[in-house]
C-alpha cells in the first residue's frame, strides 16, 4: 500500500511516500513565515506533490495522505498551533487538503505522528506502551498505548512541554509557567542565556550563534559552545536534564509505560550520553522498583513524523 506522510513544522515541512514499510520518495519545503493558512495549505499540498515526483509516481498511484501538524487535532480540525500562521484558530485543515489532492487525508498532531513511526519502524518497535519525547526548539510528546497512538478525549494528550515540572516555575513559550518547555526547549533556554548575559554573566552560545550564521540557538550552537567549556550553557543543560527526568518519571508513574524513546535536535547532537543522563534524572523518581520501563534513542531521524503520518494515512485510505 502507498500513502503518503507530511510533517508540518514552524520552520520546514518534510513529505515521503511509503510503500507498505519503504521509503521511496522523500521532499522538503519552507513553511511559510507569515500570510496565513491558504499559503501553509498551498505549500503543504506543493510538498505531497513533490516527495510524489521523487518517487516518480502520481496521487492515483497512491490511496491516502497522512499530515503531522502541530496543535490540537479533532477529527479533520486542527488550532491552537501559534508557530504556523493561520493555525491558532481551528480550522477544517483536512477538508482543504482533500480538495487540493483530491486523496482522503488522516490529520494527527505531529509530535503523536513522531512517536507512530518510532513505534511501528524505530526505536519502539515491539512494546505496547511508549512515550515518545522530542527536545528541541521545544519539547513535544507523543503517546501509544496498547498499540495505537493516544490523542485523548479532545485531542489534546501527550503535550508534554505543558506537563508543570515545577509549579510557578519559569514562564513558559504558551504564557503558562512551570512546564517541561520552560526547561528544556532550545528557545526558552536561548531566552535564559539572553536574560543571564544581560545580568553579567559570561557564554560564548551567541558568539557561536554568529560564527554558524544562525538566527537562533540551534541545538548543533548549544553543542559548540558545550564542547568550548561554556558554563552557563552546561547548567542550562544541567536544568533541562532535570526537568526531563521529573517530567518522564511522572508520565511512566501514570501511565505504567514498558518504554521511553528520546529523540529531537537537541537529543540527536548530544547523543547517547544526553539519554543516558536523562534516564537517570528520571529513576529516582520512579515509583515501581526496580523500574520496569527502558529508554532508547529515537532511530528515524526527520522523518519520523512523516512516516509515522503516511503510517496512520491506511486507516482512511
Known amino acids: ?8 513544522g514552524g ?3 518534510s513529505a ?8 521511496i520518495g522523500h521532499a ?7 500570510g496565513g493558512r491558504d499559503d501553509v495549505v498551498a505549500m503543504l499540498a506543493k510538498v505531497a506533490r513533490d516527495a510524489l515526483d521523487d518517487a516518480d509516481l502520481d496521487a492515483t498511484e497512491t490511496v491516502a495522505v497522512g499530515v503531522g501538524t502541530p496543535g490540537i487535532v479533532v477529527g479533520s480540525t486542527v488550532g491552537n498551533a501559534s508557530n504556523v500562521p493561520g493555525f491558532d484558530e481551528r480550522f477544517d485543515l ?5 480538495e487540493a489532492l483530491e486523496l482522503p487525508i488522516r490529520l494527527v498532531n505531529d509530535v503523536t505522528a513522531a512517536a507512530v ?6 526505536g519502539g518497535v515491539g512494546v505496547d506502551d511508549l512515550l515518545a519525547v522530542f527536545v528541541g526548539t521545544g519539547v513535544g510528546g507523543g503517546l501509544v498505548l496498547r498499540g495505537e497512538p493516544y490523542e485523548g478525549a479532545h485531542g489534546g494528550a501527550g503535550e508534554f512541554g505543558h506537563l508543570v515540572i515545577r509549579p510557578g516555575g519559569a514562564a513558559c513559550p504558551g504564557g503558562r509557567r512551570g512546564g517541561g518547555a520552560a526547561y528544556a526547549g532550545g528557545r526558552a533556554m536561548e531566552q535564559a542565556a539572553e536574560r543571564a548575559r544581560v545580568a553579567g554573566t559570561p557564554t560564548v552560545l551567541f558568539e557561536v550563534m554568529e560564527e554558524k550564521g544562525k538566527q537562533r540557538a540551534t541545538s548543533g550552537v548549544f553543542k559548540t559552545a558545550l564542547e568550548r567549556g561554556d558554563e552557563l550553557v552546561a547548567d542550562l543543560i544541567d536544568d533541562a536534564i532535570e526537568a526531563l527526568g521529573a517530567g518522564i518519571a511522572s508520565a511512566v508513574n501514570l501511565l505504567d509505560l514498558d518504554l521511553v524513546v528520546i529523540g529531537g535536535g537537541l537529543a540527536d547532537k548530544l547523543g547517547a550520553q544526553f539519554l543516558d543522563r536523562v534516564d537517570a534524572a528520571a529513576r529516582p523518581h520512579l515509583f515501581r522498583s526496580p523500574p520496569a520501563v527502558e529508554f532508547v534513542a529515537a532511530t528515524l531521524g526527520d522523518d519520523g513524523g512523516a512516516v509515522g503520518a503516511a503510517l496512520l494515512a491506511r486507516e482512511v485510505a
Do not use: S
Request: glycine residues 10%; proline residues 3%; charged residues 35%.
Open 16 to 23: 515521503v511516500v511509503l510503500d507498505d514499510e519503504r521509503t
Open 94 to 98: 483536512g477538508a482543504a487538503l482533500e
Open 117 to 122: 513511526g518510532e513505534h511501528r519502524l524505530g
Open 28 to 34: 522538503k519545503r519552507k513553511t511559510p513565515a507569515d
Open 1 to 8: 500500500m502507498r500513502t503518503i506522510g507530511i510533517d508540518l
Open 11 to 13: 520552520t520546514n515541512a
